[in-house]
């Protein structure tokens, strides 16, 4: 959130800086078109929201697990957190409806690949790993996402080839990354999101190009039932799990 601000406070004072010099305006048809196209390359990164329980026992999970090198009960404080953040990648078709002088309604359907990598506060014992008694440092969850955002987009006005906007909207995506049912933390394919950010369009002689901050807020509880053969407690240990994912985009329209 403070990179946010900061990133808002930095175009508001390029955009002052700007609106002090008069240059030859390019594209000064461009937003009076009712339907545009366009691309958009991005650089993103996956979080979670993460809630526990404050012990195992409080979970739906059944106890008495065989095998169990961790000798996990109900009153054992199992918990789990993101390790780091994993850059990732997103590209998307833009297709844009003029709404007025300074709205837009955008929707970029594209896809995005991520991933995320957990840690716990007892050693990870994993049956895909190659040595079960193995611990593992982190579980990873490698996402390839279907984006559906459907945005309104409000303009400022335009200070000769330079306009800040805000974007809000909400967004459905879908993973499409092979899930097994044995997968040691599992997450549900389907997860909606609300999604506000900031951007700059950047007029240039032959195209419009505009670099964009977004923050995409997941909605729904995403952890699925845990894996089959897997210890259950690494899957119960969550009360709640959200997908936040943050965005840095390039369009080029």
Do not use: C
């Amino acid at each position: 959130m403070k990179n946010l601000i900061l990133f808002v406070v930095l175009l508001l004072g390029t955009y002052a800086t700007v609106a002090q010099k008069r240059v030859v305006n390019n594209l000064t048809t461009f937003d009076d078109k009712r339907l545009h196209f366009g691309f958009s390359l991005a650089l993103n990164t996956f979080d979670l929201g993460i809630e526990n329980y404050p012990t195992i026992g409080n979970s739906p999970w059944k106890g008495n697990e065989t095998l169990d090198p961790n000798n996990i009960d109900s009153t054992s404080v199992v918990r789990a957190d993101l390790a780091h953040l994993v850059p990732g990648f997103s590209v998307a078709i833009i297709s844009s409806l003029r709404l007025g002088r300074y709205f837009n309604l955008r929707f970029l359907p594209g896809i995005s690949f991520g991933e995320r990598r957990l840690v716990y506060n007892v050693t990870i014992h994993d049956i895909n790993s190659q040595n079960y008694y193995d611990g593992d440092e982190y579980f990873s969850i490698k996402s390839t996402y279907l984006d559906f955002p459907l945005l309104i987009k409000y303009k400022s006005v335009r200070i000769n080839n330079q306009r800040p906007y805000l974007i809000a909207g909400g967004s459905y995506r879908v993973d499409i990354s092979k899930t097994g049912n044995a997968d040691l933390v599992r997450l549900k394919r389907g997860s909606f999101y609300a999604e506000f950010g900031v951007g700059w369009d950047s007029y240039l002689q032959f195209f419009r190009f505009s670099t964009e901050l977004k923050v995409s807020l997941g909605l729904n509880n995403i952890i699925d039932t845990p894996g089959e053969g897997q210890l259950q407690y690494y899957g119960y240990s969550f009360k709640n799990l959200t997908s936040d994912i943050f965005t840095l985009s390039f369009h080029f329209e």
